[in-house]
């Protein structure tokens, strides 16, 4: 009978205490933006600690960074003292521009700052790139997209998605936990995720390269152009296996792996998912 009561004086308390709380609580935002030369071809590489990232291609020798920095803290201070210790460090390094966040760190060089003390911190990056730039990025805890490079690119996130959008070149992406998409692209990828679907168009293929598609709990879709050429080996634990193609030397009965020649062969396509379907269509 004393439920409701105590449920009633624990509710009360929580609307006088919720109100002083976000009056101390802060949050701190902050932009660093600036524009470094680059020459085609060479490679961009940034290493961010926790946020979001993104890339766009565009028709200059130079690269654009921009990095939104945020902070929330229990109080202002607190705040304050967080944001002025986060460093975003950029410039020339093995022949093009690295860039990199760095956090600020306890006694024990331990990232700290984001668990304890009531502070959170995230750095957001949209980048412009030289349309032939090679790229390599890795973020931490965020979703990765790229559009419309042509140089080689490695993308690797530890949670979250990556997308990729009017893209060629070679592709190499990589995450934890997470959806991989790319769209309307052409040249070769490779892709793997732990928890997430696969989902790849490719309107060009280069003739003799390797492909590679993996995931744990997801489905694989294939979108490959009608005159491609590869060996396909695709297989499922739970799910199964279609194609629009002809494979040749494949064994209908199996509707758990589907292997054998496409077009007369090629390079390697290697598709595996544990939970899911793979799905390979024409386009």
Do not use: C
């Not at 997430?196 to 060009?204: C, P, R």
């Amino acid at each position: 009978m004393r439920t409701p009561m105590l449920r009633r004086t624990i509710l009360a308390l929580l609307g006088l205490l919720l109100p002083a709380l976000a009056t101390n609580a802060a949050t701190l935002k902050e932009t660093f933006q600036k524009t470094y030369p680059l020459r085609a071809g060479e490679k961009v590489t940034l290493r961010n600690v926790n946020g979001a990232v993104v890339v766009e291609a565009w028709d200059r020798a130079e690269v654009q960074v921009v990095a939104e920095k945020a902070v929330k803290a229990g109080d202002a201070e607190l705040a304050k003292k967080a944001m002025s210790q986060i460093q975003i460090q950029a410039g020339r390094a093995d022949g093009g521009l690295r860039i990199e966040t760095k956090l600020p760190k306890r006694n024990n060089g331990v990232f700290d700052w984001m668990f304890g003390r009531d502070v959170s911190m995230n750095v957001a990056y949209r980048l412009r790139v030289p349309r032939e730039a090679r790229l390599d990025v890795v973020t931490v805890n965020g979703g990765l997209r790229l559009a419309g490079t042509r140089g080689d690119a490695s993308l690797g996130t530890t949670n979250g998605g990556i997308e990729v959008e009017k893209a060629e070149g070679r592709l190499e992406l990589a995450t934890t936990n997470g959806a991989i998409q790319v769209a309307d692209s052409a040249g070769s990828v490779e892709a793997e995720t732990t928890n997430g679907g696969i989902e790849i168009e490719l309107h060009d293929v280069a003739v003799g390269d390797d492909m590679r598609f993996s995931t744990t709990n997801g489905a694989v879709t294939l979108r490959l152009p009608r005159d491609i050429r590869v060996s396909l080996d695709a297989a499922v634990s739970n799910g199964r296996v279609s194609s629009d193609f002809e494979v040749d030397g494949a064994d209908a009965r199996n509707r758990r792996r589907l292997s054998g020649d496409i077009n007369g062969g090629g390079g390697r396509l290697v598709v595996r998912t544990t939970n899911g379907s793979v799905t390979i269509e024409e386009i």
